[in-house]
C-alpha cells in the first residue's frame, strides 16, 4: 500500500503553510506555558473576542465544516436541523454556566463540583464523564481525519491519521493551552473566509437569490433521492428530532473541551462576552453552511453524491473544485486545496483541545488532587499533564489506525454529546444551583448518565446489525439518540442518589459560598499580570 497514492500536491502545500504559521505560534507559546495556569489557563489573559473566537475554533470540528454541508446535500431539511441544534446550545451555555463557571472553577470542571463536595469521589466522577467525552469526540475527529485528508490530499490513511496526532501533540505538549488558544483563533479565521467566499461565489450563481437556490437544489434530485426539502427525510421519527435536539442543546454545556475555555478569561463579564461572539460567529457559520449544503444540491445534484463519499463529507470540497473552475483547472485545484487545508486545520484545532482537557482532568484532577493530594508541585503537575497528553495522544492514534477508514465514528459524535448532557451537565447544574446535591448523588448522576448513553446508543439501530444486513435493536430499541431517555435519566440519578442519601453537613453549608461566588466573583481565580 503507497503511502502517497495521488498526492494533491497545491493541497499539501496548502497544509504545510498553515502548519508552518501554527508550530510557529507554538514555539512562542511555550515560554508561556511552564506554569500550571499557563499551561491549563494560558493565564487568563485572553479577552473576550479572543476567546470568542477560540470557542469557535474549537466547537466547530470537521464534522460541523463538512458533515452538516453534507447532510444538507443528501437529506436538505433534516440536515439544516443540526445546525439550529449546535447553535441555540450557547443559550444554555451563556444562561446557566459561563459566567459561574468562570468564577466557581480554576482549570477543569472537577474544580466547580469539588468546590463544596467531598473532593476524591467528586472529581473521580467529573473525571470519569470527561474522558468519557473526550474518547469517542477524539476517536472520531482522529478517524475523519484519516479519511478526510486521505481524500482530500492524497495521503494514506494510517499516515494521515500518525500525522495529525503529532502535530497535535506538539500544541499540546509544548504549547499548552496559549498555543490551543491561538491555532483555534486562526483555524476560526480561515475557516469564516473559505465559507464566505464559497456561498459568495453558490449565492452569484443565482443572482444572490436564496429562494432561487433551493428551488434550484429541489429540482436538481432524482426519483430516488433523499433530498427534500421538507423533514422526515434523516431523522423520520418525530421522536428522534427532539432526542438529537435535547442532546446537541444541552451536550454542549456540558464538553469538557468547550467549558474549559472559560477559565482563560479575566473575569465573568470576559466569559459572558466570548459566548456572544461565539453565538455570533457560530450562526453565521452555519447560515453559510446552509448555502453550501443547498449549493452542493443544486450544482453538482444526484451525479455528486457518490463522489461526496459516505455521509456527503467530501460535497463541500468538491463543490469549492466545481466554484473555482472545475476539475482540472488551476482555480479549481487551488480553491479544492485550501478547503483541504482549512479542514485540516479544523481537525488540528478540535483534537487539541480535546486532549488538553483530558490531560487537565488526569493530572489536575486525579494525579495532584487525587494521588498526591496537593503536595506536588506546580512543576510536577504540568510534567504529568504533558506525559497525560502524550499518552492520551498515542493510544487515540492506535485506536483510529487500528479501526482504519471502515471504524462507524458517525455515532461517536452523537454520542459524545449525549454522554456531555447525560452526566455532566445535571451534575455541574445541580451543583451550582441546588443547595442539598450531595457527593452520593453527583457520583450516581454521573455513572448513570455515562452508562445509560453508551448501552442505548450500542443497541440502537445505527450500530446494532440485523439480519440480511437490515439494522435492528436487540431490545427493540428504535432511536438513534438516547438523548430524550439518558438525559432524565442522568438528572433522576442526580435526585435520587441526593434524596436517599445523607450529605455532610460541609456540603450544604458550602453552598452559599459557591453561590456567591459563582454569582459575583468573589474570591475567584485571578488572572497572571501581564508582562510587557
Not at 226 to 248: E, I
Not at 350 to 375: C, E, N, Q
Not at 395 to 412: C, E, H, K, P, R
Request: proline share 3%.
Amino acid at each position: 500500500m503507497s503511502l502517497f497514492a495521488e498526492v494533491n500536491v497545491e493541497a499539501l502545500v496548502m497544509a504545510a503553510i498553515i502548519l508552518a504559521i501554527t508550530l510557529g505560534i507554538t514555539f512562542w507559546a511555550s515560554k508561556k506555558a511552564s506554569s500550571a495556569v499557563g499551561f491549563y489557563a494560558a493565564g487568563r489573559q485572553i479577552t473576550g473576542r479572543q476567546n470568542g473566537l477560540a470557542i469557535s475554533g474549537d466547537y466547530l470540528s470537521a464534522a460541523s465544516f463538512l458533515g452538516i454541508a453534507g447532510l444538507i446535500f443528501l437529506y436538505g431539511f433534516d440536515g439544516f436541523l443540526y445546525s439550529i441544534g449546535f447553535l441555540v446550545a450557547f443559550l444554555t451555555v451563556m444562561f446557566l454556566l459561563a459566567e459561574r463557571m468562570r468564577n466557581a472553577g480554576k482549570y477543569t470542571i472537577a474544580d466547580v463540583l469539588s468546590f463544596r463536595l467531598n473532593e476524591t469521589p467528586a472529581r473521580a466522577a467529573a473525571a470519569l464523564g470527561t474522558f468519557a467525552v473526550v474518547t469517542f469526540y477524539l476517536i472520531a475527529q482522529m478517524v475523519g481525519a484519516g479519511v478526510l485528508i486521505e481524500k482530500l490530499v492524497g495521503i494514506n490513511f494510517s499516515l494521515a491519521v500518525i500525522l495529525t496526532g503529532v502535530f497535535m501533540l506538539c500544541y499540546v505538549i509544548f504549547g499548552g493551552m496559549v498555543a490551543t488558544t491561538w491555532v483555534q483563533i486562526v483555524k476560526a479565521v480561515l475557516l469564516m473566509a473559505g465559507i464566505f467566499m464559497m456561498s459568495v461565489f453558490v449565492l452569484a450563481k443565482v443572482g444572490f437569490n436564496p429562494v432561487e437556490l433551493f428551488n434550484r437544489a429541489d429540482a436538481n434530485k432524482g426519483p430516488d433521492s433523499t433530498f427534500s426539502l421538507a423533514p422526515g427525510t434523516y431523522l423520520p421519527k418525530p421522536l428522534d428530532t427532539v432526542s438529537l435536539g435535547l442532546a446537541l442543546v444541552l451536550g454542549t454545556a456540558g464538553l469538557p473541551h468547550i467549558l474549559m475555555r472559560f477559565f482563560t478569561v479575566p473575569n465573568a463579564k470576559a466569559a459572558r462576552s466570548s459566548v456572544v461572539w461565539a453565538m455570533f460567529i457560530i450562526g453565521f457559520f452555519y447560515l453559510l453552511t446552509t448555502f453550501i449544503g443547498f449549493g452542493a444540491r443544486a450544482f453538482l445534484g444526484e451525479g455528486g453524491v457518490e463522489a461526496a463519499g459516505t455521509g456527503g463529507n467530501l460535497a463541500a470540497p468538491i463543490l469549492a473544485e466545481f466554484l473555482g473552475g472545475g476539475e482540472g483547472t488551476f482555480g479549481g485545484s487551488l480553491f479544492l486545496a485550501f478547503i483541504a487545508g482549512v479542514a485540516f486545520a479544523t481537525i488540528l484545532a478540535v483534537v487539541a483541545g480535546l486532549v488538553l482537557s483530558a490531560s487537565a482532568a488526569f493530572s489536575h484532577d486525579i494525579w495532584s488532587s487525587i494521588v498526591r493530594k496537593g503536595k506536588d508541585s506546580e512543576h510536577e503537575e504540568v510534567l504529568v499533564a504533558r506525559i497525560a497528553a502524550f499518552a492520551i495522544g498515542v493510544i487515540a492514534i492506535i485506536i483510529a489506525v487500528i479501526g482504519g477508514s471502515g471504524l462507524n465514528v458517525s455515532f461517536m459524535v452523537g454520542l459524545a454529546f449525549a454522554v456531555a448532557a447525560s452526566a455532566n451537565f445535571p451534575a455541574l447544574l445541580l451543583a451550582l444551583s441546588w443547595r442539598r446535591f450531595n457527593t452520593t448523588g453527583a457520583i450516581v448522576g454521573v455513572v448513570t448518565g455515562v452508562v445509560s448513553s453508551i448501552f442505548l446508543v450500542i443497541v440502537s439501530p445505527k450500530v446494532w446489525p440485523g439480519a440480511d444486513t437490515v439494522t435492528g435493536s436487540p431490545i427493540g430499541w428504535t432511536l438513534n439518540n438516547p438523548g430524550i431517555i439518558s438525559i432524565p435519566l442522568g438528572f433522576l440519578g442526580c435526585f435520587l442518589g441526593t434524596i436517599l442519601s445523607s450529605g455532610k453537613p460541609s456540603e450544604h453549608s458550602s453552598y452559599d459560598e459557591l453561590f456567591v461566588r459563582a454569582e459575583t466573583g468573589l474570591g475567584s481565580e485571578r488572572a497572571l499580570e501581564k508582562v510587557a
